[in-house]
């Protein structure tokens, strides 16, 4: 079946998109939306708006009906004009609700909110095709269309009209080349058609689809474009639809991040959701997730089991096993882990030491410094070439408010220490094993704060009470 056909001149009129969002999704059997499902840890529909936005419309109209107000207060940062489909009367219904505010010398490109995995690059060859008098229609071609609408082409191969599967003849039902409903249409011709269409079938609702044989019968070349890869064009219905467009994501952003330079340990056990930007020779391990923003530099290396979450870790840093990165920034040559947990606001500096079971919170460490074991560190400001004993912690939660603690440079804590903030510990400061210290420690100092060890003699365990 060819493929190709003459291309019209690039793209001049406007273009406005409509993104229909009103299903309710029962089969997703949920109190959630379908469209609010998440996908890579974002709703479907907000894959559906960016990739929109990277069209650069003049408009985005997104119909929305069920669990209205949930989905707008989800997504109410989203530069989209919200057009409300009171009554779900079919896909042509919920078209016109937006068509009102569509300026006539636009083109229309319309999707859908329930697909997500769309591609920038296939609406912009879509778009290629319509023009004041042409119109452009994604299909695909499926080994199994059952259940989908199938294309009937005419001469010069141009699309005559679609035909729902329990409408077909033997003839049609062979047909492959299946209906996506995503096309790119002028809008002065689309507000005509959509006021023809009936609802005179099973349904008694206003289909979309209608439109095409419309156009074809006023002489409106119909140009298909089929896809190259039908999973982005697939819609999600139910929880195992949604699984399955999870993996082909998960699997789309492997290869980007292997065809960019980055080593992954095992491409089908790391999972992005949200982007992740990088220098080179980073390596990844099994069982990693990346959420928001994250940043990798040269040659660092994330073992595996780690949750990095809107952070940036600096070059030649490695975090071991079993750890969580949470809104922090970690310098170069650092070591993280492992099962270390580094939560928002954290700045550690470069060559910083982050251990087994060490918490920071809300702090920053200069350069060299370490707290290698069972350490908890927050609200504090860290300087250069600290040491933080095994069994640290600083307490700076006074029941109501947090304290700040200031550790200068080259100051040392020994073991199962406790630094009751608000406090400020001076440069070389040394605090031995076993002290809760509450007030200053002086610099370059030894600092003991804890009770005389005494030996009672002659005393006698308690025993229980014989049974």
């Known amino acids: 079946m060819p493929k190709k056909y003459p291309t019209p001149a690039p793209r001049t009129a406007p273009c406005s998109i409509v993104i229909l969002a009103a299903g309710q999704g029962k089969r997703m059997k949920s109190m959630l939306p379908k469209v609010l499902q998440p996908l890579a840890g974002r709703p479907i529909l907000k894959h559906v708006i960016d990739t929109a936005r990277t069209l650069e419309p003049a408009a985005i109209h997104v119909v929305y009906g069920h669990g209205g107000d949930q989905v707008r207060e989800t997504l109410k940062d989203e530069p989209v004009s919200w057009v409300l489909q009171a009554d779900r009367l079919g896909t042509g219904h919920a078209v016109m609700q937006a068509m009102p505010s569509v300026p006539n010398d636009h083109m229309v490109l319309v999707l859908y909110g329930d697909v997500p995995l769309i591609t920038r690059a296939t609406l912009t060859t879509l778009l290629s095709l319509a023009g004041p008098q042409q119109m452009g229609l994604l299909t695909m071609e499926l080994d199994d269309p059952t259940g989908y609408g199938r294309i009937v082409r005419g001469k010069r191969d141009r699309v005559q009209r679609i035909v729902e599967q329990k409408d077909a003849t033997q003839k049609e039902l062979k047909i492959q080349e299946c209906n996506t409903g995503v096309l790119a249409a002028p809008a002065r011709l689309l507000k005509k058609w959509l006021k023809a269409v009936r609802n005179d079938n099973s349904q008694g609702e206003y289909y979309l689809t209608d439109v095409i044989e419309l156009a074809a019968k006023e002489k409106v070349a119909v140009n298909p474009l089929v896809t190259e890869n039908a999973i982005e064009v ?215 704060a804890r009770a005389r060890q005494t030996t009672i003699e002659n005393w006698q365990r308690p025993t229980k009470p014989g049974k």
Request: glycine share 12%; hydrophobic share 40%.
């Open 234 to 448: 697939l819609g999600v219905n139910d929880k195992t639809q949604l699984a399955e467009l999870e993996s082909a994501l998960r699997r789309q952003v492997a290869r980007d991040l292997m065809l960019a330079g980055v080593t992954l340990a095992d491409p089908a056990r790391l999972d992005v959701r949200g982007t992740v930007t990088h220098g080179v020779d980073v390596f990844i391990d099994v069982n990693v997730v990346f959420e928001g923003d994250v940043k990798l530099g040269d040659r660092v290396r994330i073992g595996p089991n780690c949750v990095v979450r809107n952070s940036e870790i600096g070059a030649d840093t490695e975090v071991f096993p079993n750890c969580v990165v949470d809104g922090a920034v970690i310098g170069k040559s650092c070591n993280i882990g492992p099962f270390a947990r580094t939560r928002p606001k954290s700045t550690l500096a470069d060559e910083v030491h982050i251990g087994n079971f060490v918490e920071v919170k809300n702090s920053t460490m200069g350069n060299g410094s370490k707290a290698n074991h069972l350490a908890y560190v927050g609200d504090a400001k860290v300087g250069e070439r600290v040491n933080i004993g095994a069994g640290t912690i600083i307490a700076n939660y006074g029941g109501a408010n947090k304290h700040r603690t200031t550790i200068e440079n080259d100051a040392h804590t020994g073991s199962n220490s406790v630094l009751v903030a608000p406090i400020n510990v001076g440069a070389g400061a040394t605090i031995a094993a076993g002290s809760t210290v509450a007030r200053e420690v002086p610099p370059g100092k030894l600092t003991i």
